[in-house]
């Protein structure tokens, strides 16, 4: 099973975009979910996360402008961006946590990423 992101593009500065995180094929128990990003000649770096019971965690360069939501019944989730910048330019890589009952069984889940591009 695989993660396939969507939704990508590009914008003007001061746009809006909206990215969906779904898995290929049945899965469950992905928590938390989330978004990371990078940019060229950049490390990865996280964008926001949500758990399944709904708390989120933001990087500050995106709070008060981006929005993580999830649908738990189809483990999908999605990545509101408004007031895009051009800083925010990079590819967009969702990722979920795979749980089990046993630790050791837990895994990480990347998805293929999608472009971001804003122009000013």
């Known amino acids: 099973v695989q993660l396939q992101a969507s939704g990508g593009g590009l914008v003007q500065a001061g746009g809006s975009l909206r990215l969906s995180c779904a898995p290929s094929g049945n899965i469950f128990s992905l928590d938390p979910m989330g978004w990371y990003r990078q940019a060229p000649g950049k490390e990865r770096e996280l964008v926001a996360t949500?758990?399944?019971?709904?708390?989120?965690n933001y990087a500050d360069s995106v709070k008060g402008r981006f929005t993580i939501s999830r649908d738990n019944a189809k483990n999908t989730v999605y990545l509101q961006m408004n007031s895009l910048k051009p800083e925010d330019t990079a590819v967009y890589y969702c990722?979920?946590?795979?749980?089990?009952?046993?630790?050791?069984?837990?895994?990480?889940?990347w998805g293929q990423g999608t472009q971001v591009t804003v122009s000013s």
């Open positions: 990722k979920a946590k795979k749980r089990a009952l046993n630790i050791k069984y837990q895994y990480d889940i």
């Open positions: 949500i758990t399944s019971g709904g708390s989120t």
